[in-house]
């Protein structure tokens, strides 16, 4: 009955069992094992000499263990990831890295096929071109692997990771930032007159979308240059935020994704009108990029919430390396 | 510099210090502290039979201080909710239950006011009216209150719990099926010509919705069943589901959500054609409901991704009580 498998602590016992054996009953003073020892012949001032001899062997001995269980520990973790949890791990990360180039292959596909590419304030209709390309390449791609960056770099030093996972979302900017002027010079110059903005749900859902961004953005650039500033005093607030800026970085994509996929929606109607209805090769791309984007968010999703997927970087934490 | 307070087990150390004080060096055999033992004159029978005794003393004081710590450690937890905690679970479940209530109420209202009402087989439009309806209800507010059910029930036993989280979802799936079935007859019945099914990004984010619920229903009730018949055998099978149902759960519940603003877009765009860029009420009903299911996914996933707001049910998984 090993119910307590899902249990946060199941190592507790063993670990305790493991510190109750040897607090190290001085072995060279008491060398029969199981008679009482012999009556001594030393003096007082020996015996302290001893005693205090004795006590800093045992702390020693002591600090071995503690290394000893530490890599115990820690090999313990890496053995229960069997062949299986590697494949699965494997898996869902190159699943997750090909969704995500894909659809934006596939985003940039659909648009020079089926919308001439792109433009620059001559022509309004391929300047809109650039708004679901860069939003993607920003919110999707750009955001997606910098997310993922925790469960592929298992191995790396945590500030490398984190480090990296700020160029991924400084990358994002520039994306969303041109994606967003591209799409509003888009209405306010179409012909023969402005279209207005920030009417539809697609809108709506994408401003949300973009505050949550910047403000995730923003607290994590300023607890990361803390970081850098006064390290110890900030640790406990720092480490406080961390599952909440996990938490809405993950609402994010999936916001992301949400406002994708009412964009699509508007995209295919407006501009395939009935021939959405008939399923032509357009219709399948723009469904496929969505469905692309549907199949991230669950996979994603997985992926994050798999607590196995992040050990490496718990026990970086717990190394005091926040 | 308490960096290990995201450490899954910052309670390790103290543990272990707590465990190695007193491994019970049989006092009694060893009245004085600092000074050797004197010789003893007890025959080796004796002795053997005192370290039985010893060691059965040893391992109920042990016993007594595992329980001492449970109970420490229970109390700690509980106590570590502060008023702050406290408020801020309320605050967000209060919230959520609001927006699960509110957004339902808001679907019924726009299409009683906006669609005239519903109808069944004889007028195709207004048979189309149950889908939003039926589906917000079945996928949103019954789902959503049956998610929430883990972190709203904490002072329940699971079992009850896990009763109520299926009633809730199996009253989703006559709401879902009666929405799938009113939308595919409209489509059908339509004059002139019937509307073509499955072809919107809508309908296909729908199915694989449809899809995952209809996998995560089976795959839990055949869990919640196979606990009645064979509790102690399954109990590590169960246990290994459990996160995975719920990653699965709350992805389910984002999907809806995706499928949702999708269809909302979809049907602002058909009914309401150059009006919904005037925003007008109409437009803004629309938009409403899909901003307070946007809201919906940030709340649900915020609460969900909250640790401490699960302890209750943590503490019952670690007593066995799957």
Chains 1, 2 share one sequence.
């Not at 069997?82 to 494997?90: A, F, I, M, R």
């Not at 402005?194 to 859902?205: K, Q, T």
């Not at 803390?226 to 999936?254: D, K, N, Q, W, Y």
């Not at 798999?306 to 934490?317: G, N, Q, T, V, Y």
Request: with cysteine; hydrophobic share 45%; glycine share 6%.
């Amino acid at each position: 009955m090993d119910s307590n498998s899902v249990s946060p602590m199941p190592e507790l016992a063993p670990i305790a069992e493991f510190d109750k054996t040897p607090p190290t009953p001085p072995e060279d003073t008491l060398p029969m094992d199981d008679l009482p020892p012999p009556p001594t012949t030393v003096n007082m001032h020996d015996e302290k000499e001893k005693d205090v001899k004795d006590k800093e062997k045992e702390k020693e001995e002591e600090r071995k263990k503690e290394k000893e269980k530490e890599a115990h520990r820690r090999y313990e973790d890496e053995n229960q990831w069997g062949c299986g949890s590697w494949l699965e791990y494997t898996l869902v990360i190159v699943l997750a890295s090909i969704l995500l180039l894909g659809s934006l292959a596939l985003t940039l596909f659909w648009i020079i096929k089926y919308h001439d590419g792109f433009s620059w304030r001559e022509n309004p209709k391929k300047q809109f071109n650039l708004h679901p390309v860069l939003m993607v390449a920003g919110f999707i791609t750009f955001s997606g692997f910098s997310i993922l960056l925790y469960r592929i770099c298992r191995c790396c030093r945590r500030i490398y990771v984190k480090l990296l996972h700020t160029v991924f979302h400084a990358l994002a900017i520039p994306c969303v930032a041109v994606g967003f002027v591209a799409v509003l010079d888009s209405h306010n110059l179409n012909e023969p007159a402005a279209i207005p903005n920030f009417y539809s749900l697609h809108s709506w859902i994408g401003f949300v979308t973009m505050g949550l961004f910047a403000i995730q953005f923003v607290v994590g650039f300023f607890s990361f240059l803390v970081l850098l500033c006064c390290e110890g005093a900030t640790a406990g607030f720092r480490a406080s935020l961390v599952p909440i800026h996990a938490s809405f970085g993950l609402t994010t994509f999936m916001l992301a994704i949400a406002a994708a996929v009412t964009g699509l929606t508007e995209k295919a109607i407006f501009s395939l009108g009935a021939r959405y209805s008939t399923l032509d090769d357009e219709s399948i791309v723009v469904n496929t990029i969505g469905m692309s984007l549907i199949a991230l968010a669950i996979v994603v999703a997985y992926i994050l919430q798999r607590d196995e997927f992040r050990f490496r970087a718990h026990i970086l934490i717990r190394s005091g390396d926040l």
